[in-house]
Structures are given as structure tokens and as C-alpha cells.
């Protein structure tokens, strides 16, 4: 049998359990360490409540761990173990522990008590080799992850920065196994296609016109996702080439909110019920703030856009909304420090960018205004990461060590 340990039900692993669970090659137990999300919890970075409007636990085993009062999934020391985690191991017949990264104590806890135990450790994590390390932290980040590292096993990389990351701890090839980082892209598909006929009316609500060219930024509105860099960019293109006629749309919510809106010239709030057409003469760009959309709203945003930007800094450590979009049939441009960029970007499927260049992202817009890349060539690009890929990754592992 197969533990999988993750902090709580996340939007995009749960099709990867109920996949596993259908696919049925593979015994395995998902143990929470919380439930955040399932119901209507807090979000520091969403600066609001929220729960995913899909059935987090359904058509998957699964279990709540026993950890300490008041757990947080945000927290290093708010995710910890409180039961001993070999004896649970010992009684359901582990033969391996999969944890989803370093980033709770939990998961380090649990790869100690897993070798106490005498079973392999899996590792899927998020982090890669673009963001830059202060010297100072060189050794000592070099030292801790060495520790964790040589517990592991089995190293399931999401992609290109990912594995290079493990390669520079001295993983050894034969480590190395793909469970490329992806979302249901078949549900998105699906979601785009039945409304794509709704995408003039759902503008009209937006106040967005039918033939603006409407740039999409959908995610937290927070320092290290860079939104206001869309904003500069489309600045210099309204002043630069006013004939765009461009539209920015922002899905989200977050910190820099107020910023971002006194950057533009807002003609729909969803946080505002008494907002309207605004005046577009002051040279700020025009944009919409549909507000938070939940899961099976998204696709509104995807179908009404003619391009993603996601601008982050290397703190994006993939950037699962760009499949999302491109699942959807959206192209993309994106930062070269998220890390997504070098597996899902390419001429055909949107731009690569970097970050923080102003004038770089300018030019992209420019370049994608009038293109309109078909949505096959962007569905062609995120096609082989796929939840089945990972499935077939775990169904092979299953097999070597006789799960």
C-alpha cells in the first residue's frame, strides 16, 4: 500500500487521487494532515474566505492524521505530527510514504518515522533552481535538504527546474521519476467548450466590448505574483499604440488590490456594487475585476480573454494556472522565473518574457494583439502534462516494489 501525505485537499491533486482511484493499479490512502478548504476557511493571500466548489473528498480513500491543536497548512510549525507515524505505517502495510514537498514539519516527521519504519519515501515538491540563493544560505540550505534528500527514495520531478533542482543535490539519475505537474485538463476543456457560445454576453456583464482585446491576470493580487507589471506594460501600450483598443480582466483578489485599481480605469467591480463606467481619459487602462471565481466559474474568464499573463517572480514555483487557461484554450505569456515557462511556452502555445521587463511584456501584448493563436495550438502544449502521465509514473513504481 501506498501513504500519500499532503497538507490538505488541493484543487489540483484531488483529480490525481480519484484518477489513481479509478485507474485502480495502485493501493493507496490519502492522509490529510487538515481539512482547510473542504470547508469555508480563511485565506491570508485571498485576504478573504473561501472552499473549493468541487467535492474535495470524494472517490479516494482517505484519512485525517492526528497533528497538534490548532493545525495550519501556512505555517512550518502549525503542521506538525502529534501521533507516531511508523506505528500507523506498521498497521495499514506501507509499503511506501509519498509526501508532497518539505515545506511542514509533518512531512519531515514523516519521512523519519517512515525509515524507522523500513519503507521507501517518495518525493514530489515544487521548488526548482531559478530562484536565486543569498550566499549566506548557500550551506545551509545545501546541509538541511542534504539531510532530507538522502531519506528519499524516489524523486518524482513536475518538470524541467524541478529535476534540475534534485540533479544539483547529487540525485542520482536512477532516482528520477516523471509526475508532470498538471490539472484536470479534460474537465477544463470541457468547462471552455460548453460556454465558449456565452463569450460575447459574459464580456457584455463585464462591461468589456466585443471587440477589445482582452489581456487576463487570474490569480492572488500579491507582490510575487508582479500584477501591477501588466499594468505598467499596458500603460505604455496605451500611450504607445492607443488603436489596441486593450481590455486588462482581473480574476483574484489580495493585498495589492487597491493599487491595481487606482492604476486603472475600472469599468466593472465585482467587490463594488455601485461601480461603473469609469472615465478612460486620465491614459490608465481599462480593466474589469470579476473578483474571486471558484472552480467551475474560472472557465468564464479563460473563454472571455484572448491571452493569459502571468508575470510572477521566481517565487512561482510552476504556475498551475497556466494549464489551466491552456487546457481551456488560452495562450499564454509568461515570466521565464516561473517555472512552468520552459516546458508549456513556445511560440505556438504564447511568449516567454523576463521578468520584470517592462518592455518586454509590452512587446509580447503587441505581438499577440491581431494573432489569436488557435485553441488546439495551446491544448497541443500542456497535452503531456497530464494527470495520466503521473498515473502511469505511480502504476509503474507500484509494480517495481510490489505494492
Given at each position: 500500500m501506498l501513504a500519500i501525505i499532503t497538507t490538505h485537499p488541493i484543487q489540483y491533486q484531488v483529480p490525481l487521487w480519484q484518477a489513481l482511484a479509478k485507474d485502480g493499479r495502485v493501493p493507496f490512502e490519502v492522509w490529510y494532515l487538515t481539512f482547510h478548504g473542504v470547508a469555508t476557511s480563511p485565506d491570508q493571500e485571498f485576504s478573504k474566505s473561501f472552499a473549493w466548489d468541487l467535492d474535495m473528498l470524494a472517490g479516494y480513500p482517505h484519512r485525517l492524521l492526528n497533528l497538534a491543536d490548532h493545525p495550519s497548512p501556512a505555517y512550518f510549525w502549525r503542521c506538525r505530527l502529534r501521533e507516531r507515524l511508523r506505528n500507523r505505517l506498521g498497521e495499514t502495510g506501507a509499503r511506501a510514504l509519498w509526501i508532497q514537498g518539505w515545506q511542514v514539519a509533518a512531512y519531515w516527521q514523516a519521512v523519519w518515522e517512515a525509515k524507522a519504519a523500513g519503507i521507501e519515501v517518495w518525493l514530489r515538491g515544487e521548488s526548482n533552481d531559478l530562484a536565486p540563493i543569498p550566499y549566506w544560505k548557500v550551506p545551509i540550505k545545501g546541509l538541511v535538504l542534504t539531510q532530507l534528500f538522502k531519506r528519499v527514495d524516489r524523486f518524482l520531478y513536475i518538470g524541467s527546474a524541478n529535476r534540475r533542482l534534485y540533479e544539483k543535490f547529487g540525485t542520482s539519475p536512477k532516482q528520477l521519476y516523471p509526475a508532470p505537474y498538471a490539472v484536470d485538463n479534460k474537465r477544463f476543456a470541457r468547462q471552455a467548450e460548453a460556454i465558449r457560445g456565452q463569450r460575447s454576453e459574459i464580456r457584455s456583464q463585464w462591461r468589456i466590448s466585443e471587440d477589445?482585446?482582452?489581456?487576463?491576470?487570474?490569480?492572488?493580487?500579491?507582490?510575487?505574483?508582479?500584477?501591477?507589471?501588466?499594468?505598467?506594460?499596458?500603460?505604455?501600450?496605451?500611450?504607445?499604440?492607443?488603436?489596441?483598443?486593450?481590455?486588462?480582466?482581473?480574476?483574484?483578489?489580495?493585498?495589492?488590490?487597491?493599487?491595481?485599481?487606482?492604476?486603472?480605469?475600472?469599468?466593472?467591480?465585482?467587490?463594488?456594487?455601485?461601480?461603473?463606467?469609469?472615465?478612460?481619459?486620465?491614459?490608465?487602462?481599462?480593466?474589469?475585476?470579476?473578483?474571486?471565481?471558484?472552480?467551475?466559474?474560472?472557465?468564464?474568464?479563460?473563454?472571455?480573454?484572448?491571452?493569459?499573463?502571468?508575470?510572477s517572480d521566481h517565487g512561482e514555483t510552476w504556475g498551475l494556472v497556466v494549464n489551466e487557461a491552456m487546457a481551456s484554450g488560452l495562450s499564454c505569456i509568461v515570466s521565464d522565473q516561473c517555472g512552468c515557462a520552459e516546458d508549456l511556452v513556445s511560440n505556438e502555445s504564447g511568449r516567454c518574457f523576463p521578468c520584470g521587463d517592462i518592455t518586454s511584456l509590452a512587446k509580447a501584448l503587441q505581438t499577440f494583439h491581431g494573432l489569436r493563436p488557435t485553441a488546439g495550438s495551446a491544448r497541443a502544449a500542456v497535452e503531456r502534462f497530464s494527470i495520466a502521465a503521473t498515473v502511469e509514473t505511480i502504476a509503474s513504481l507500484s509494480q517495481l516494489i510490489q505494492l
Amino acid at each position: 500500500m501506498l501513504a500519500i501525505i499532503t497538507t490538505h485537499p488541493i484543487q489540483y491533486q484531488v483529480p490525481l487521487w480519484q484518477a489513481l482511484a479509478k485507474d485502480g493499479r495502485v493501493p493507496f490512502e490519502v492522509w490529510y494532515l487538515t481539512f482547510h478548504g473542504v470547508a469555508t476557511s480563511p485565506d491570508q493571500e485571498f485576504s478573504k474566505s473561501f472552499a473549493w466548489d468541487l467535492d474535495m473528498l470524494a472517490g479516494y480513500p482517505h484519512r485525517l492524521l492526528n497533528l497538534a491543536d490548532h493545525p495550519s497548512p501556512a505555517y512550518f510549525w502549525r503542521c506538525r505530527l502529534r501521533e507516531r507515524l511508523r506505528n500507523r505505517l506498521g498497521e495499514t502495510g506501507a509499503r511506501a510514504l509519498w509526501i508532497q514537498g518539505w515545506q511542514v514539519a509533518a512531512y519531515w516527521q514523516a519521512v523519519w518515522e517512515a525509515k524507522a519504519a523500513g519503507i521507501e519515501v517518495w518525493l514530489r515538491g515544487e521548488s526548482n533552481d531559478l530562484a536565486p540563493i543569498p550566499y549566506w544560505k548557500v550551506p545551509i540550505k545545501g546541509l538541511v535538504l542534504t539531510q532530507l534528500f538522502k531519506r528519499v527514495d524516489r524523486f518524482l520531478y513536475i518538470g524541467s527546474a524541478n529535476r534540475r533542482l534534485y540533479e544539483k543535490f547529487g540525485t542520482s539519475p536512477k532516482q528520477l521519476y516523471p509526475a508532470p505537474y498538471a490539472v484536470d485538463n479534460k474537465r477544463f476543456a470541457r468547462q471552455a467548450e460548453a460556454i465558449r457560445g456565452q463569450r460575447s454576453e459574459i464580456r457584455s456583464q463585464w462591461r468589456i466590448s466585443e471587440d477589445a482585446f482582452v489581456v487576463l491576470f487570474c490569480g492572488k493580487f500579491i507582490p510575487k505574483k508582479r500584477p501591477l507589471d501588466l499594468i505598467k506594460a499596458a500603460q505604455i501600450l496605451r500611450k504607445e499604440h492607443p488603436q489596441l483598443n486593450m481590455h486588462l480582466l482581473f480574476v483574484g483578489s489580495g493585498k495589492l488590490g487597491a493599487e491595481m485599481r487606482g492604476a486603472c480605469s475600472v469599468v466593472f467591480d465585482a467587490e463594488d456594487t455601485n461601480s461603473g463606467a469609469s472615465s478612460v481619459s486620465s491614459g490608465k487602462p481599462r480593466a474589469s475585476f470579476a473578483g474571486f471565481l471558484n472552480q467551475t466559474q474560472i472557465s468564464k474568464a479563460y473563454i472571455t480573454a484572448d491571452v493569459l499573463v502571468l508575470p510572477s517572480d521566481h517565487g512561482e514555483t510552476w504556475g498551475l494556472v497556466v494549464n489551466e487557461a491552456m487546457a481551456s484554450g488560452l495562450s499564454c505569456i509568461v515570466s521565464d522565473q516561473c517555472g512552468c515557462a520552459e516546458d508549456l511556452v513556445s511560440n505556438e502555445s504564447g511568449r516567454c518574457f523576463p521578468c520584470g521587463d517592462i518592455t518586454s511584456l509590452a512587446k509580447a501584448l503587441q505581438t499577440f494583439h491581431g494573432l489569436r493563436p488557435t485553441a488546439g495550438s495551446a491544448r497541443a502544449a500542456v497535452e503531456r502534462f497530464s494527470i495520466a502521465a503521473t498515473v502511469e509514473t505511480i502504476a509503474s513504481l507500484s509494480q517495481l516494489i510490489q505494492l
